[in-house]
């Protein structure tokens, strides 16, 4: 068997343009991946009886797309991630996309013994008909194994998919929103009981989207920040295939008002694209049900469409984002989605590492912060026209995460950040900042082959996965054409979890 996966690994190691992850050091920290094999969309995601449910698009079989089934994975902190077995499999038809809610009144009869049942409503894909409907599959023991209910919703399509269904309190039922994806519609549906459904409305097309398709939606209340008191808005946002901030995947949002029946844009909305992430690699995001403090949180696939069945990395392919916690913010006549790390994870940070003033130039300031870090940094550019981060891997590839003071742009250039994988892969990704001079505060996620960039108080975000060959990352810092500072920088190194699974790869025992 050694020899038969050392002959695997050798041909793997000698297709052109592939590179494994170091195998002493195979794998991200913090973010979360399977033990192997592909994964894609977050999916089910919701709370229930002490665990955060994290079930995903999954292979079984192998590291590319395909025999859609939902992975899963469970968390007491939204930090902790521990794989479990296969949720869903793939039957005649594949489960692609969906969510899952807790069924606290019993309103479809699958609850059992006085407990609630788990309840995935998922698109399935017929691979014969190529017809895609909404099927509802339901669990009794805390997710572990579902039954499978059927069909429920089917117009007929093979472009209709990913529902997420959520109570709605004020109209006493269901609603569930789905995607016409070529036609860039989200339909509303309604049910009082998870199988019946009724159309109520749609939403789109918008001239602001350029994509060839929508996908994955959600839709939720958030509060406004800056607003009055209680005062909240409904956010729609919709993923879409291409023509995103970099001309890739992305995911688009929208602000508004919601009825139980019918989503209506904010008056005034500037009909153009409003961008959750402005890296790359943030698709498909979704939101939990049921988070029992009330806030709304998220996770998104790390990737982009483009080249996500290349990316370097064995023996799994996909990651997922941190969760991140979400709020609404008005900036001017325009609004903003403000985006954070869960607090959880401040509970994984090892001991803090700070430096101040500490004077840039051109020449490399080294700095000893890790590969898989917790970083606040606080710059003040002076008279400098860059300031910029690098990492640098023991092979000379470098990432660069910088800020432009004169056109107030943070940016990830990874245009010399690891081997050539794929032809859209090496690129700078911009984000634009509010007007203002002086200092800026950047937090910045990195875990050996991601990092997560938050600006303006996490109203800007970009979000960029790197593949750095083997060795340790090295940090630097510069100034270009004049001297700048840091004021001040904080460091936590992420200290890693706990084994998702036993030796023998069988999931661990509950925790």
């Known amino acids: 068997m050694r020899v038969l996966v050392a002959i695997a690994l050798a041909l793997i190691a000698a297709v052109p343009g592939v590179t494994q992850w170091p195998m002493a050091d195979p794998r991200p920290v913090f973010h979360y991946a399977p033990q192997r094999n592909w994964m894609n969309d977050p999916n089910g995601l919701v709370y229930y009886d002490g665990e955060y449910h994290l079930f995903y698009q999954y292979n079984p079989h192998g590291d590319r797309w395909g025999h859609m089934s939902w992975g899963h994975a469970v968390s007491p902190d939204l930090v902790s991630w521990r794989e479990l077995p296969l949720a869903l499999p793939e039957t005649e038809v594949m489960a692609f996309s969906g969510s899952a809610v807790i069924d606290w009144k019993n309103t479809s009869g699958f609850g059992r013994g006085g407990k609630p049942a788990m309840v995935a409503i998922y698109t399935g894909f017929d691979p014969k008909s190529r017809i895609q409907a909404q099927y509802v599959a339901y669990s009794n023991d805390r997710g572990r194994t579902f039954t499978r209910h059927g069909k429920v919703l089917d117009i007929g399509s093979t472009e209709f998919r990913d529902p ?12 569930m929103i789905v995607v016409k994806a070529k036609e860039k519609k989200a339909a509303i549906y309604s049910s009082p009981d998870l199988k019946q459904w009724s159309h109520e409305s749609d939403f789109g097309p918008t001239a602001s989207s350029r994509s060839v398709n929508w996908e994955c939606p959600d839709l939720f209340e958030l509060p406004v920040e800056n607003g009055r008191p209680g005062e909240t808005r409904w956010v729609l946002t919709v993923s879409q295939g291409d023509n995103g901030p970099d001309g890739g995947s992305g995911e688009q949002w929208f602000v508004g008002a919601f009825d139980g029946r019918r989503f209506t844009l904010e008056p005034g909305w500037p009909d153009t694209p409003h961008w ?11 939101s939990w049900n049921e988070v029992p403090d009330g806030r709304r949180v998220w996770i998104g696939w790390a990737t982009d469409l483009r080249y996500a069945h290349a990316i370097p990395t064995y023996p799994s392919r996909g990651l997922m984002t941190v969760a991140r916690s979400l709020s609404l913010r008005r900036e001017g006549d325009d609004w903003r ?11 994984r940070r090892g001991p803090l590492r700070r430096v101040e ?16 870090v917790d970083l606040l940094v606080t710059i003040d550019p002076l008279r400098a026209s860059q300031v910029g981060l690098t990492l640098t891997d023991a092979q000379g590839h ?18 010399r950040a690891g081997p050539h994988f794929h032809d859209a892969f090496a690129d700078r990704h911009v984000a634009t900042l509010p007007p203002g001079k002086g200092t800026i505060t950047l937090r910045l996620l990195v875990d050996r082959s991601i990092v997560e960039l938050y600006a303006a108080d996490g109203t800007r975000t970009i979000t960029d996965r790197f593949f750095p060959g083997k060795g340790p990352l090295r940090w630097s810092a510069t100034a270009r054409r004049g001297d700048a500072v840091i004021r001040r920088l904080d460091a936590w190194p992420i200290e890693p979890m706990r084994s998702t699974t036993k030796n023998d790869g069988s999931p661990a025992p509950r925790i």
Do not use: C, M
């Open 164 to 175: 997420k269904v959520f109570w709605h309190e004020a109209t006493r039922r269901w609603v």
């Open 276 to 286: 959750v992430d402005h890296g790359a690699d943030f698709y498909a995001a979704s």
């Open 337 to 347: 989605i403000a985006q954070a790390p869960v607090r959880e994870l401040k509970q």
């Open 357 to 372: 003033n500490v004077r840039l130039t051109e020449t490399p300031t080294p700095l000893e912060l890790g590969d898989s």
């Open 398 to 415: 470098e990432l660069l995460i910088g800020y432009t003071p004169e056109t107030r742009e943070v940016f990830i250039d990874r245009t």
